[in-house]
Each structure stands twice: as structure tokens, then as C-alpha cells.
């Protein structure tokens, strides 16, 4: 056995809402011939219920976990191809996403300087289409090479394949828990970067400097900072909620009654809302419930002040979506993967 067996590990540390659930079992694979011993010996012990855990921001545990916690440590970031214009670049599913926007723009490869500061890992980057300030990172992604869990063979599945939506993929629908994620293949730009400066903050930001990638990536960083906790001074998993989307009637009813709802058309006939608007509008924002609460800044992210549990967070999460519903007939649904 190349691989650590350990039990009833706590996963405080491994998520960032920080809450505490422990792991009946728990391996950390830094390999795809690791990862297929690992899931040969799950098979072998009966072991049914396997939890792959990347960065653990974008996780909620109920409850201690009745099975095995496969950790994705696998590394490494190779280059491809490259000509003079783009280059690919093949990222291990276990690099922090953040280091690896650093190391993008310390080389001034351009596409993911608008989704800096993101918690989690490369590998679970395309499970949700991570997206932030007018960039989604369908627009760099060539390939991801994954494990197929079943034939233990590894596949590529191409952009087209991955079906990415807003916060979506085929690794949170048709495919779940189908693959597992092992590398993800982006094409970025070396020169002439496209930059992307729809966001009024960035655009505002950038009024007294040069737009490099560099410079835009600073002002996420200070955007992320003064809105968002630091996961690692407040437990939090970013937005709780997705911004659900309506029909642009529905909308144009509501915006009568309440004139400062913040929407914006994403196609002829549907609007999607701003969930912050709306949970801030229910009063939520800022409200501190036991060990949970809403955060201040932006009341779309639930945060842990210290002891909570799971279960505490997601009760609060079942009140807050029961009262933007009676207030506005709004149905949010979370973002977040609640595992329980
Ligand atoms: N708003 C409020 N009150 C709040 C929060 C927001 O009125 O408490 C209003 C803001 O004033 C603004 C609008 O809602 O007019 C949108 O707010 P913001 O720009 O902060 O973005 P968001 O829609 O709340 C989304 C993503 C974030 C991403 C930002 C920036 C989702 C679910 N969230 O948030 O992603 O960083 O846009 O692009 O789509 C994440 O997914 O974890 C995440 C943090």
C-alpha cells in the first residue's frame, strides 16, 4: 500500500467554514495510480461512501462522514504547448487555485487574473464553473483530464463536454460523482491579453493605473478583501447562495414594489437577482444567529464565528430561504454542496 489509511480525522482544518465534522476514514493521494489503488481498496472494504475533498471551500458538513475522505493532493503545473501568442497549460487537480493565478501572472499568462483571491483548488475549479467579476473560467478551460470511477480509466472530457453554466457543470449534474477530476488543461494568453474590466469596481480601479493583468488582479484582491471574510479569520464558503434567476415579468412586478432590486437580463426573457440584495432586504445582513449569521459586508455569505456546526448554519441558511421566498416569491437554492 503506497497510501496512509487514517480514522476519524477531523475535517475542521480541511474546510473553510471550519466546522467541526470528523472522517471515518481519510487518505490524501498525491497520484492517479495512488487514486485508483485507494479506490481498488475502498471496493475491497466495502467502503461505499467516498467524499473527494479539494480545497474544502465549497463544503458543508452536516455531520461526521460515514465513509472515506479522499483527499486530492495531486501536483504540478506542465506546460503543453506554447507559441508566441497562447500557451496550455496542464494544472494538477491539488494546486491552491490562488498560487496558481499568482504563478500565471508572475509569467503574464493572461484569462485568470479576474478569479484571483478564489479559495480551493484547480481540481474543483470546473466542478462549479468558478466565476468572479465578469470571468468564468469556461472561457480558459481546453480539457480536464479525469478518472472515471467505474472503469478506473482515465478520459479527457473537452470544454463542450464539461455542458459549463453559471455555477455548473457535468461534474455537479449528469456526471456526479461519475469522475474525479485529475488535471485541468487552460489556455491563456501571453500577449495582447484580453482584459476584462466589465465590473464597475475593477473599471474604477483602474482609472489611476495602467490595465495590465497584474494590476487588475490587484483590484480584485482589494474588491475580495473588503467585501468578502478571509476564510481564515471567519469560517465561510464565499457565496451561499446562487443568484437565482426569473422571468423578466416577475422582475419588472417586483421592481415596482421594490425599486432598488438589483437584477440584470441574461437572456430575452429571464433576469437573474441579486441574492445579497435580496437576504440583505429580509434584514439578514449583518445579523449574528447563535454562531452563524449573515456576513456584514455581504450578506450572501453565511459565516461561522467559531463553534458551529453544521447543521446550525444550514438551519440558518432554511430560514433565510423561507423568508426571501414569503417576501418576494424567490426561490434561492445554494451554491454551496451540503453534505449530510
Ligand atoms: N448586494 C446587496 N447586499 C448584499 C450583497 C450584495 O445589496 O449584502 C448587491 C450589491 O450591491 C450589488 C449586487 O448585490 O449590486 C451584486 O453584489 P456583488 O457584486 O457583491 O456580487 P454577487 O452577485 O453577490 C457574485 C458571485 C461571487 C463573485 C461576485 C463578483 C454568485 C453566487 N456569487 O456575487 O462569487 O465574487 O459576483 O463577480 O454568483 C462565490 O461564488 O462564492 C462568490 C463569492
Request: aromatic share 10%; net charge neutral.
Amino acid at each position: 500500500m503506497t497510501f496512509q489509511v487514517r480514522n476519524n480525522i477531523s475535517l475542521q482544518n480541511y474546510t473553510t467554514f471550519g466546522v467541526a465534522a470528523t472522517a471515518q476514514n481519510f487518505i490524501e493521494i498525491t497520484s492517479t495510480e495512488q487514486l485508483i489503488e485507494v479506490l481498488t481498496f475502498a471496493e475491497q472494504e466495502n467502503i461505499h461512501s467516498i467524499f473527494i475533498l479539494g480545497g474544502g471551500s465549497n463544503v458543508l458538513f452536516l455531520k461526521d462522514f460515514d465513509g472515506l475522505v479522499i483527499k486530492n493532493s495531486i501536483k504540478g503545473i506542465e506546460k503543453v504547448k506554447e507559441d508566441e501568442n497562447e500557451v496550455i497549460l496542464s494544472v494538477g487537480a491539488g494546486e491552491n487555485w490562488h498560487q496558481f493565478v499568482l504563478f500565471c501572472l508572475e509569467k503574464n499568462y493572461g484569462g485568470i487574473e479576474n478569479l484571483s483571491l478564489i479559495p480551493g483548488t484547480v481540481g474543483a475549479a470546473p466542478m462549479q464553473n468558478i466565476g468572479a467579476y465578469g470571468v468564468e473560467i469556461k472561457n480558459v478551460v481546453t480539457n480536464v483530464k479525469v478518472l472515471n470511477r467505474k472503469t478506473k480509466k482515465v478520459e479527457w472530457i473537452s470544454n463542450a463536454e464539461c455542458k459549463f453554466g453559471y455555477r455548473s457543470s457535468i461534474f455537479k449534474n449528469e456526471a456526479k460523482d461519475k469522475y474525479i477530476i485529475l488535471e485541468v488543461e487552460f489556455k491563456l494568453t501571453k500577449q495582447n491579453h484580453t482584459l476584462n474590466t466589465s465590473y464597475g469596481a475593477i473599471k474604477d480601479a483602474l482609472e489611476t493605473q495602467i490595465a495590465t493583468i497584474q494590476n487588475i488582479s490587484k483590484a480584485v484582491i482589494s474588491i475580495r478583501d473588503s467585501k468578502l471574510p478571509n476564510p481564515k479569520e471567519i469560517g465561510n464558503g464565499g457565496s451561499f447562495f446562487k443568484n437565482p434567476e426569473i422571468a423578466t415579468s416577475q422582475f419588472e412586478t417586483l421592481k415596482k414594489e421594490f425599486p432598488t432590486m438589483v437584477g440584470y437580463p441574461v437572456s430575452d426573457t429571464t433576469t437573474k437577482v441579486a441574492a445579497g440584495w435580496l437576504i440583505e432586504a429580509c434584514g439578514w445582513k449583518g445579523k449574528v444567529v447563535g454562531n452563524t449569521g449573515a456576513h456584514k459586508n455581504q450578506a450572501l455569505v453565511l459565516v461561522n464565528y467559531g463553534n458551529a456546526k453544521g447543521e446550525e448554519i444550514w438551519n440558518l441558511a432554511k430560514e433565510i430561504q423561507k423568508s426571501v421566498y414569503n417576501t418576494f416569491g424567490i426561490k434561492i437554492e445554494p451554491e454551496i454542496n451540503i453534505i449530510g
